[in-house]
């Protein structure tokens, strides 16, 4: 499975993105998925993650309430839906997928910096 990050960007605090993580190849193998971040001199954190239906979801507590996951298995397209950013929110974010044997996928990340 590949695995595609985009809609990162430069953005002021409060302000909203939206992120894609697009899947090609093996998709029909992809069960739950995920974003995580990684900020400068910090360890990659969970940020959200999904089963494969989409019906179940979880996040970090730093990000309860003001983000969103979903995904569109049609499209075999992830989302991460991000609001009220916060400065502390600046990092590459990455998403990640599983597959059967619990394999994990990672796309190349995309940056995110939220301005004071």
């Known amino acids: 499975v590949q695995l595609v990050e985009s809609g990162g960007g430069l953005v002021q605090a409060g302000g909203s993105l939206r992120l894609s993580c697009a899947a090609s190849?093996?998709?029909?193998?992809?069960?739950?998925m995920g974003w995580y971040r990684q900020a400068p001199g910090k360890q990659r954190e969970l940020v959200a993650g999904i089963t494969s239906s989409g019906s179940s979801t979880n996040y970090a507590d730093s990000v309860k309430g003001r983000f969103t996951i979903s995904r569109d298995n049609a499209k075999n397209t992830m989302y991460l839906q991000m609001n009220s950013l916060k400065p502390e929110d600046t990092a590459v974010y990455y998403c990640?997928?599983?597959?059967?044997?619990?394999?994990?996928?990672w796309g190349q990340g995309t940056q995110v910096t939220v301005s004071s």
């Open positions: 190849g093996s998709t029909f193998s992809i069960n739950a």
């Open positions: 990640n997928a599983f597959d059967p044997l619990s394999r994990i996928s």
